[in-house]
Nanobody, 126 residues
Framework: QLAETGGGNVQPGGSLRLPCAFS????????MGWFRHVRGKEREFLAG??????VTSDSVKDRFTISRDNNKNLVYLHMNRLKPEDTAVYYC???????????????????????WGKGTLVTVSS
């Protein structure tokens, strides 16, 4: 199970950190990530992280970063210089780590995700 927190209202230019708590499995066996969804649009991949590497979408990589705490079973999305167009529901996701080599971007797809959180709303507005 995945549980996001930390959403809310923030002014343009502000920062926000979204924590996601993982439970019900072996955390280190999962590649963790974040998506967001704006109504009327497709869900957008933002970032993914496994035990050795992380990737961030080109659309946000100058402002967003992902991190994980394997001791606390937490994954975070750190968002800086927020813009009104960042307003969305943000979802924490988990993908069971494949055997063998893989690329995070290849496995972190809408159809490839094993578990989704319920989402947390972030509204960027003055």
């Amino acid at each position: 199970q995945l549980a996001e927190t930390g959403g809310g209202n923030v002014q343009p230019g502000g920062s926000l950190r979204l924590p996601c708590a993982f439970s019900g499995g072996r955390f280190v066996s999962y590649v963790m990530g974040w998506f967001r969804h704006v109504r009327g649009k497709e869900r957008e991949f933002l970032a993914g992280i496994d035990w050795r590497d992380s990737v961030t979408s080109d659309s946000v990589k100058d402002r967003f970063t992902i991190s994980r705490d394997n001791n606390k079973n937490l994954v975070y999305l750190h968002m800086n210089r927020l813009k009104p167009e960042d307003t969305a529901v943000y979802y924490c996701v988990a993908v069971r780590q494949p055997h063998g080599s893989y690329q995070i971007m290849e496995i972190m797809t809408v159809n490839g995700v094993d578990s989704w959180g319920k989402g947390t709303l972030v509204t960027v507005s003055s």
